[in-house]
């Protein structure tokens, strides 16, 4: 019996030359619901390429064209994948270790769907990656 295939590698991409300040958004159950929040972030990616450009904040839901900021969202996707954005780690898994002020790391955890942003021909867009040297 095969106990590894709940985890199953893949080729995982990760951006090249991407400020990584400007790369992550962490959307933050505190702050979702506050215009001021977003503002600030559109103000700090600016033009760079950024994962605020591949997901629809919960904010924005009825308040915008959805349909439109969706195909948005696809075409920055596929700019992205097209153009030289990301290097392939072939064969590869990702680990999250989750850290809470005050608090011991927590064990390790793979990263689960909801982590990865974009999916195309089994290759994967994680939003945020950090490792230890």
């Known amino acids: 019996m095969n ?10 991409l990760l951006p090249v030359h991407a400020d990584m300040r400007r790369w992550s958004v962490i ?15 559109q103000d ?14 919960e904010f ?4 915008c064209d959805e ?6 969202i696809q075409q920055t996707m596929h700019r ?7 290097r392939t780690v072939p064969h590869s898994l990702v ?3 989750r850290t809470l002020p005050g608090s011991k790391p927590s064990a390790l955890r793979p990263a689960s769907r909801r982590t990865i942003c974009a999916s195309r021909h089994s ?8 490792s230890r040297s």
Do not use: E, H
Not at 3 to 12: A, C, G, K, M, V
Not at 44 to 57: E, F, H, N, Q
Not at 67 to 72: I, M, P, S, V
Not at 80 to 86: A, P, R, S, T
């Open 123 to 130: 290759r994967s867009i994680c939003c945020r990656i950090s």
């Open 95 to 97: 680990l999250v270790q």
């Open 67 to 72: 349909g439109a900021a969706t195909r948005k």
């Open 80 to 86: 992205y994948l097209d153009g030289g954005v990301f």
């Open 60 to 63: 924005y839901l009825g308040k």
């Open 44 to 57: 700090t990616v600016g033009d760079a390429p950024s994962t605020l450009r591949l997901m629809l904040p």
């Open 3 to 12: 106990r590894n295939l709940f985890f199953t590698p893949t080729d995982i």
């Open 27 to 41: 959307a933050c159950d505190q702050f979702t619901a506050d215009a001021g929040y977003w503002q600030t972030v």
